[in-house]
């Protein structure tokens, strides 16, 4: 079993330039979310989603849009890179509403200059 | 509003020691989730324990264990005869019942020194 996996897991991009992260998982998890991790500040969640079509917005949803469209998949988009997008991200899913120890995926390295 | 702080930024012990890592939750719900994980260097997430807030035992596994009090909202977790594999950054987090997602607390980094 693959799990959540994450890709790409290092990126470089310029300040203005969109671009997708990318989570898929293979175990028929129902929630899945993204999480951003910065220095000090731990794990902050940016955007989550219940069941395929449905998202809702966490603690620091701007810049980052999300779509569900379907179980396995839950990319996270950047329409347009800042300098305080740069981060490590990370997707996870679980199980049940009743949180099931979260899958985290190995992270994205995210650089923007 | 839920709330994790890990007053510990960082831990430097030697190997062998015992070191305890504090955590602190808010929260206002009644059914509420605590979690803990490890960050090593490589980076991955690693789940460590969960614990529902109706079940105050302690835990232990192996060299770790947990110390829940819902009396002081602490969630503490002792890495006992401490091993350099053990250097990592350790999360504290909390869930409320009925959401998939986690408040973690901004981490602890354990450097533990051969």
């Known amino acids: 079993n693959a799990g959540v996996t994450q890709t790409p897991k290092f990126q470089v991009l310029k300040t203005g330039q969109s671009m997708t992260l990318q989570c898929a998982q293979d175990?028929?998890?129902?929630?899945m979310s993204w999480y951003r991790q910065d220095p000090g500040m731990g794990l902050r969640l940016i955007h989550y989603?219940?069941?395929?079509?449905?998202?809702d917005q966490g603690e620091v949803p701007n810049g980052y849009n999300v779509s569900r469209s379907t179980t396995e998949d839950f990319p996270l988009r950047l329409l347009s890179a800042a300098p305080s997008q740069t981060s490590v991200y990370f997707c996870?899913?679980?199980?049940?509403?009743?949180?099931?120890?979260?899958?985290f995926g190995n992270g994205t390295r995210l650089t923007v200059t | 509003a839920q709330k994790v702080t890990q007053a510990q930024t960082e831990i430097s012990v030697v190997e062998k020691e015992d070191v305890t890592l504090d955590c602190v939750y808010e929260?206002?719900?009644?059914?509420?989730?605590l979690f803990w994980y490890k960050q090593p260097p490589s980076g991955e997430l690693v789940f460590l324990i969960r614990?529902?807030?109706?079940?105050?035992q302690n835990e232990i596994s192996g060299r770790y264990s947990w110390n829940f009090q819902k009396s002081t909202s602490s969630f503490n977790f002792t890495i006992t005869a401490s091993q350099v594999v053990d250097s990592a950054v350790y999360f504290c987090?909390?869930?409320?019942?009925?959401?998939?997602?986690?408040?973690f607390g901004k981490g602890t980094m354990l450097l533990v020194s051969p």
């Open positions: 989603s219940v069941g395929a079509g449905i998202t």
């Open positions: 929260t206002r719900d009644t059914t509420y989730y």
């Open positions: 614990r529902n807030s109706f079940d105050e």
């Open positions: 996870a899913s679980s199980q049940d509403r009743e949180v099931s120890p979260l899958h």
């Open positions: 987090a909390l869930s409320e019942a009925g959401y998939s997602t986690l408040t």
């Open positions: 175990m028929n998890h129902e929630y």
